[in-house]
């Protein structure tokens, strides 16, 4: 017992001196920020690059359907701008979205063979043109996990039509006097409803002129909500139908009677 | 290592002390019936000394009922116990990068103990060229110790203590450093006269080796850091502590004492 006892005393007192660190992922300068829908879900952003002033990195470059993305913090600064190129929610506006955060940042010497580390915490966002920001946590953990949620308000106003069989459009004209021009081949298009009224039409026009255009009229139910003051009162659609009388496309199927931001396919129609 | 490690290790320590101390402790009471010291009526519950109220009253102590008499415990100091750490002084010539010292005090109330302790200590690390961290601060500790060894003739002592340390110190540090993204940077950071305070849970032994001169070891368990803000850098090594990261950390002292005696030991206290 006394031998065992001497044991245990040497053996405490050996291991109470390994008090090395693990060099190992010492910084937590990656901070996470998740896309999300305000009332929805997860957002999706497809990314050309973020950028951020002190560097010629663009980050993420490329990255699409992203739900989240993580980017580093400036060890030698205490704030830092992300301009986010790109398009979020599969709807292209051309225009760049900002992010500005102010930080602390403190070295801290860690060992003579890790050197040191940047600790970093109290991340808070000074400014935006995103619609609404959410801190989760203002540290950055290591394993990188959601320190920011950047919201944006729900379109309402996306009608996702699926083609059975692929078609070329060459233009498609909706409201009285407004025609986009497509000049592609589809097997699916997003189409803006008019929220004004109660019903929307559209004009195919076919690439190959010896097919007719065909009609597609939609009628539905409009109910206003308030989601959150930066989003103001918006019209929510329901109780979609397809127009028979009014449109000339063969067997169409409704799959979804409400509109889903993430789109989700309202109608399949085979010309 | 985690603090459940080393809460652990602590009572693991514990345990080693105390069986030690069980290891020891036979042979002592054996040895304590033979050597003229164990003789002297003082240090003996069976024998009452001339102080206690039975000689007082004249009575033989040869009395018809010996175990009927009861000695209370007197919790006036007896002696002021003064020592050093010797691992704090012997570090410095195999670790260049530690300085430091350490005095230890601790005066009895009975088997209660109230416990002082001051030092300083010095870090210097250097990193590869990378960063040079140096440090230097002074620390102190008040707290308690409660011995159990309640029937040892010579005060020897296993004790479980608490410890309230406060340290002040500054840290300088020169760093460069390499980020992939951002590129490099120097800077020479300070933080000057930083407060910090913790609290450790103590144990240990204290050994009366030879007249006036004890031998010990305290093992603490130091938790609850607690620093101001410092906005130039974080700080690395707080004196009297250890790693400023860690939630929980060990420290282990190895101890030279001298007793100093204020006044007679009274016999060991019996009870009903």
Redesign the interface.
């Known amino acids: ?2 031998r ?3 044991f ?2 040497f053996s ?2 050996t ?2 001196c ?2 090395q ?1 693990d060099c190992y992922q010492l910084n937590n ?1 990656v901070m996470v920020i998740a896309f999300k829908i305000i009332g929805g879900g997860t957002d999706v952003y497809n990314l050309a690059g973020v950028s951020t002033p ?2 010629d ?1 663009v980050f993420l470059a490329g990255a699409t359907g992203s739900s989240s993305v993580k980017l ?1 913090l ?4 205490t704030e830092i701008g992300y301009t986010f190129d790109g398009y979020y929610g599969g709807i292209n506006t051309g225009e760049p979205k900002h992010l500005d955060l102010s930080y602390k940042s ?11 580390r ?2 970093f915490s109290d991340i808070a966002p000074t400014s935006t043109d995103f619609d609404s920001i959410r801190i989760l946590n203002s540290v950055p953990t290591q394993p990188p996990s959601s320190n920011l949620e950047i919201y944006r308000c729900p379109r309402t106003n996306i009608l996702y039509v699926d083609f059975v069989a692929d078609v070329a459009i060459d233009s498609i004209k909706f409201g009285p006097n407004e025609r986009v021009p497509v000049g592609a081949t589809l097997s699916e298009i997003w189409l803006p409803l008019n929220l004004l009224a109660d019903s929307s039409t559209y004009i195919f026009n076919y690439t190959d002129a010896s097919f007719p255009d065909d009609t597609l009229k939609v009628t539905y139910l409009r109910t206003t909500k308030t989601l959150s003051p930066k989003c103001g009162v918006q019209n929510f659609i329901s109780k979609l139908r397809y127009d028979t009388l009014n449109s000339s496309f063969t067997t169409p199927t409704l799959k979804e009677d409400s509109i889903y931001d993430l789109p989700k396919i309202n109608f399949e129609l085979t010309r | 290592m985690s603090s459940r490690a080393n809460i652990s290790l602590l009572f693991g320590l514990v345990l080693a002390a105390a069986s030690v101390v069980q290891a020891q402790d036979p042979k002592k009471t054996q040895d304590s019936k033979t050597t003229p010291a164990s003789k002297n009526p003082p240090s003996t519950s069976a024998q009452p000394s001339k102080n206690t109220p039975a000689s007082k009253n004249g009575k033989d102590t040869k009395s018809t009922e010996p175990d009927t008499t009861i000695i209370k415990p007197s919790y006036l100091p007896t002696g002021v116990r003064v020592g050093t750490d010797l691992i704090s002084l012997i570090r410095p010539s195999f670790d260049d990068t530690f300085k430091g010292w350490e005095i230890n005090a601790d005066v009895d109330f009975y088997r209660y103990f109230l416990a002082l302790d001051y030092g300083h200590w010095e870090r210097e690390w250097e990193s590869e060229g990378q960063a040079k961290y140096s440090n230097s601060g002074d620390y102190w500790r008040v707290g308690a110790d409660v011995n159990f060894l309640k029937k040892d003739p010579d005060r020897n002592m296993f004790f479980l203590g608490l410890r309230y340390a406060r340290s002040k110190f500054s840290e300088q540090m020169l760093v460069t450093s390499t980020d992939p993204v951002f590129g490099t940077d120097s800077d020479l950071l300070r933080n000057d006269n930083v407060p910090a305070s913790w609290v450790e849970v103590t144990t240990g032994l204290r050994v009366k080796i030879w007249k006036i001169f004890w031998l010990g070891y305290t093992a603490r368990l130091k938790f609850g850091l607690n620093m101001a803000d410092t906005p130039e850098m974080k700080p690395s090594d707080v004196p009297g502590y250890g790693r400023a990261d860690k939630d929980s950390y060990w420290g282990f002292n190895y101890q030279l004492f001298i007793r100093i005696p204020t006044r007679k030991t009274p016999p060991l206290p019996t009870f009903k």
Request: glycine fraction near 6%; aromatic fraction near 20%; hydrophobic fraction near 40%.
């Open positions: 017992m006394k065992l006892s001497w245990v005393f405490i007192f291991f109470s390994l008090d660190p300068n002190g560097t990195t580093p400036n060890p030698y600064a403190l070295v801290q010497f860690v060992s003579e063979d890790c050197g040191e940047y600790v």
